[in-house]
């Protein structure tokens, strides 16, 4: 439930709740790589497939589905538990290094699975640079697999890649050579959290800034899984414009532009069962031993105290910035007319 003192602040909430929730549920901290960018801490556990599905009637209807981890791909009960939330899209990572595996499990969810699956390779550059950040033979896996998931029907296919100072001096060349590929789109991530190697930093903003008019017009090229001029696929052009914009508009300013609704619309779910507002914000509880509205009270007081202290909560996370976005009405109007942030 909305606490009625956030209402007007959040005006949509009430009308979107039940129909936009986004949750990243990560089912394994176990991963094949060891990431100089990545901020998601590892182990050695897997999400049980009856704690799965414990989890997925506490979270009730789910609009959008990000598996994360960890390696999902490394679960064997990925294509199960996906099975559990037959009405959401589906988003899956994959760090590419078991290509045979990730086209078989893929070709399994792809042939139950009847709302929007996207697969998104995780490339960061050039071979040399990807080898540097991901590890040594990374980069030939990953392309072996974005090559066998494009021989699977009923997937939306995407490459990731996260912008750091490791990689910005060659991200539009790399840009350019994955879009010769011909996944369905290329999404950028600017590096968030707090990177497993300390070296690993944002890149200055004015080289940012400098680089925006070739990255937005490689990413306007793309059709984003839709036909040739279709206004979806105009639209999604005009969101991924608008997000990158806002991004940069974030560092520039140190400021939140499209309120966070997190925990209204967004929450993530650890491997143990923990729940959290963010992947930024450390856990609240534990889902499987405590009822969903003691958590969503505690998280709400959590938000609460911390923006007292911190002021309103403000990142750069695409992965929380898409129902920020679509909630926010003049952000909608922004994106439906075109208009930059």
């Keep these: ?21 986004h949750v990243i549920l990560h089912i394994t901290d176990r991963c094949s790589l060891r990431c100089k960018t990545c901020f998601v801490r590892k182990g050695g556990r897997d999400m049980h497939i009856e704690e799965a599905r414990h989890i997925a009637g506490r979270l009730g209807k789910v609009r959008w589905l990000d598996i994360g981890g960890g390696e999902p791909f490394l679960h064997p009960g990925l294509a199960d ?4 939330f037959p009405n959401s899209d589906i988003t899956i990572p994959t760090n590419g290094q078991d290509p045979d595996t990730i086209r078989d499990t893929a070709r399994d969810l792809a042939a139950f699975f009847k709302g929007r699956l996207t697969l998104a390779v995780s490339i960061d550059g050039f071979e040399s640079i990807n080898d540097a950040i991901r590890g040594a033979g990374s980069y030939q896996n990953a392309l072996q697999t974005l090559t066998l998931l494009r021989e699977v029907p009923g997937l939306t296919l995407k490459v990731n890649t996260v912008i750091s100072n490791a990689n910005l001096p060659e991200l539009t060349p790399f840009m350019r050579h994955i879009r010769a590929l011909e996944p369905d789109y290329h999404s950028l991530l600017l590096v968030r959290g707090a990177p497993d190697d300390p070296a690993i930093a944002l890149p200055p903003l004015k080289e940012l ?58 929450r993530v779910v650890y491997p143990d069962g923990g729940i959290s507002l963010c992947e930024l914000m450390p856990p609240v509880g534990n889902l499987l031993e405590e009822p969903m509205d003691v958590l969503e009270k505690r998280m709400h007081e959590f938000l609460e105290q911390y923006e007292r202290k911190q002021g309103p909560c403000f990142c750069t996370h695409n992965c929380n910035l898409g129902e920020n976005i679509q909630t926010h009405p003049r952000s909608i109007l922004a994106v439906l007319l075109g208009i930059d942030p």
């Design 81 to 84: 538990i996906c099975r559990l």
């Design 209 to 266: 800034e400098a680089a925006t008019p070739e990255i937005l017009d490689i990413l306007g090229s793309y059709r984003f899984g839709n036909r040739p001029h279709s206004p979806m696929g105009m639209l999604k052009k005009r969101y991924q414009r608008y997000l990158w914009h806002i991004n940069l508009k974030t560092l520039r300013t140190r400021r939140c532009w499209v309120p966070c609704k997190a925990p209204y619309l967004h």
């Design 1 to 21: 439930m909305i606490p009625a003192g956030n209402m007007l602040r959040h005006p949509l909430l009430c009308l979107f709740q039940g129909y936009l929730r």
